[in-house]
């Protein structure tokens, strides 16, 4: 499959879970309460949806409908069924048994916890919504919000159950990431090489060494935490002030740039980048040797480690990897240490490259491979307080680095859907995409809980203001709120896709 093709079906994928479980928190929430949702939809509808089905009622594709057998409702047979002309409030008054009202309407909405919704795919892959019945949000009807309120609008609630009704998004993307995490940890355990068992110490990006890192530094503080998991700390160091690590046998600090993030960040988009930040130091081991290329003629065999090729040395794998390169089809001579159970030698051999400095060989890439590395295996009620640190962790440093935005740097660095879908492998990796899934996750909690009007966080913002004001805002002032908070985040998608555009052109 192409590679684009994949990182796209990643990318919609986790979107398409998130979005779901982010607004079945919502909806959730509003149901427990008895507040009627209209609609239930993944992406946006403008216009026209791609699927939609209300249970017992109807179904249809791109705005045809089909009345489902045993629905008596005329309105089926329309071709233009939607929430607001099939909600009860649309039926004769007179009518008890189709609109009910006081106990019986509360007990209705409460005994039909989803059959009063429609549920939709929309064909703009922005986002979802939640339709609830009484609320100014992305649909801005607000015509609904000039009749009287009903029992089972959102309106009508108290403010406590409104407020717990819009943190409910937020809450399932956060539970959501914890719960991946921990599934992640139960299946595939920890296991990782310590700082301080890396005998070689790091290599370090360029960026890495101007700032003061030098290759071999082992990594032991950041602002004082002590330093372990590479994977896990790894962040940590790039937003601390200061780290300190072991060099030879003395101890060094080295200040951290506030805007250090923004110069790895654009290393690593570089086309001559090799490290990004740091990684481990280990020797350039030989692991397969492909028949008929030029290191099986050479005489290279597996378990062969390069020490150096031509004259320069290459210690470790990041000193071979980047020395290899710009030996377009000559003869390398290439010294190799080869063990066995009797002795060790060191020899050399000749070796024809390829036209793009290519021997036919595979190489070792585990750091588990040459030093002792840490394992542990987590059961199902271990995992969980697992997942609860790590989410934690993604949530906290993500907050962290969210100051950086509103810098020139940051402005620069945002991206749309490229950017996110770039992140994703090239192969289908399940782990790797429940990884980058669960940090989405977290993201989008924090994103969502900002105080901008149009985001779950301007809701909340308001509600917050009704309790301790004791009263609402008003309707008018909510729908200018929420018009100026959709046109800012309209702006800002445009600008992040438009920065993914103008980067592919650099």
Known sequence: MDTFLIKAVQLILAFAILVIIHEFGHFFFARIFGIKVEKFY??????????????????????KTKKLKGNTDTAGDTGAVNAETDTDAAKPADAKTENPTGEAAKKKNKGSFWGDTEYGIGWLPFGGYCKISGMVDESMDTEQLKKPAQDWEFRSKPAWQRLLVMIAGVLFNFLLAILIYAGIVYATGEKYVAFKDAKMGMAWSGEARK???????????????????????????????????????????????????????????????????????????????????????????????????????????????????????????????????EATDTVVKQVKLSDNSKMGVGLEVSPAAFYKYKEKKYGLFESIPKGISMGTDRLVSYAKSMKMVFTKEGAESIGGFGAIGSIFPEKWDWIAFWNIAAFLSVALAFMNILPIPALDGGHVLFLLYEVVFRRKPSEKFMEYAQIVGMTFLILLLLYANGMDIVRLFK
């Open 211 to 341: 700032i003061g890192f030098q290759d071999g530094d082992i990594p032991l503080l950041a602002d004082g935490k002590e330093l372990e998991n590479p994977a896990e700390d790894r962040l940590d160091m790039i937003q601390a002030k200061s780290v300190t690590v072991l060099r030879g046998n003395d101890t060094v600090t080295i200040s951290i740039p506030e805007k250090f993030i923004f110069a790895l960040d654009a290393e690593a988009k570089s086309d001559t980048a090799t490290i990004n930040f740091c990684t481990y130091r280990f020797p350039a081991r030989i692991t397969q040797v492909v028949a008929g290329e030029g290191a099986a003629k050479g005489g290279i065999e597996i378990g062969d480690e390069i020490i150096a090729i031509d004259s320069v040395a290459t210690p470790t794998l990041p000193d071979f990897l980047t020395t290899l390169p710009g030996h377009d089809g000559k003869s390398v001579a290439l010294t190799v240490v080869r063990r066995n159970s």
């Open 42 to 63: 993944i992406f946006f509808d403008p216009w026209t949806e791609i699927f939609k089905w209300k249970p017992k009622k109807y179904w249809g594709f791109f705005g």
